[in-house]
């Protein structure tokens, strides 16, 4: 049953990923990545096999790094300072709606 489980997050993380993307682009890129860190925050300190796969399959094929390399990518051929304002604003929001995730699940 676990497998079943981990194979439907993982598809619906994925399926989740290509469609917002496709739609809203780079900030679809950063939302998923904001939302993948609140949520992966909110299951800190929380066990059990749901959880892993939820947090792994589900949350972890919602995510992207690679997306994040893209986007930093593209936008250093326009300009290098927009590359690494995106890139300083991800790390940034997204350690803070991780933390934000943590203290609501406590």
């Known amino acids: 049953m ?3 489980l981990f ?4 598809s619906f993380g994925a399926i989740t990923r290509w469609k917002l ?4 682009g780079r900030v679809g890129t950063w939302a998923l990545n904001m939302a ?3 949520g992966l925050g909110f299951l800190t300190g929380l066990g059990g096999t749901l959880v892993t796969v939820v947090g792994t399959a ?3 094929a919602l995510t992207t790094v690679s997306g994040v390399a893209r986007e930093v ?3 250093a051929s326009v300009s290098q300072l927009r590359a690494a304002l995106y890139l300083f604003v991800t790390l940034v929001t997204g350690i803070c709606a991780a933390w934000i995730g943590v203290h609501w699940g406590m």
């Open 2 to 4: 676990t497998i079943v």
């Open 7 to 10: 194979v439907l997050a993982a």
């Open 21 to 24: 993307t496709d739609r809203w």
């Open 36 to 38: 993948g860190a609140l």
């Open 58 to 60: 589900g949350i972890g």
């Open 73 to 75: 990518s593209v936008l």
